[in-house]
């Protein structure tokens, strides 16, 4: 067996004891493996040992290597994960089922006016910056009502919930306290009308923290595919080198 199937037993393993240990059904968290800086191969490995739901970060990376997995494109579901440009938003609305990172409501227009007519609507999470982190991107708690109710009115998308990005913590009850401020604010917007259903949060070191908070959804790199090189140097981080 290869050392991604390992790594994914060893995941959803985890995934799984986490959804127990708090008593929820491991029907209502879903795994999104993600694949960024990794290539077409280890996409593949992953898919062989049943995973069908990948995540990407970076538009000219992820669209190609989405051209050297059209046969398996029918069986997978593809979330872009990463900070999206107005420029680059033709190629995440031709080729992604998911994006979890709005933060402004002109990302999600351009998305909405490319979106292909046939294709089924793009669903969408907002990106909230629920720890207040200067650099982060993600839209501030306050203003996530008013960006939810502009989303939704638009075409060819459907607005499914909210995304977080903490910054690291070591500590699980900080951990569970900062994502469950995600899961409250999902909770007061459902009561101010929306329906939203999905709380993507948690990665490789504290998805347990996020699915004791409610997470339906948890995004996780490391644990499955190994390290990433450090950011400065991968081929598709500088903005220059991407694809319009
Ligand atoms: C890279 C990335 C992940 C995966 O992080 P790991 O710590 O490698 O599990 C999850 N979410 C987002 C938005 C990412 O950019």
Redesign the pocket.
Known sequence: MSSIADHLLAVRARLERAVLDCGRDPKQVRLIA?S?TFPAEAVREAYRAGQRAF?E?YVQEAVEKLSRLQDLRPDTEWHF??PLQSNKAKHVAAHFDWV?SIDRLKIAQRLSDLRPAGAAALQLCIQVNIDAQPTKSGVAPEDALDLALAVQALPRLRLRGLMC?PAPQKDPREQREVFARLANLMHDLNRAGLQLDTLSMG???DLEAAVAAGATVV?????IFGA?PPVSAQPHSSPSSELT
């Not at 995004?219 to 644990?223: F, L, Y």
């Open positions: 993600v960024k995540g970060s994960i990463g979890h990005i990665m490789s070191d995004r996780v790199g490391t644990a990433r």
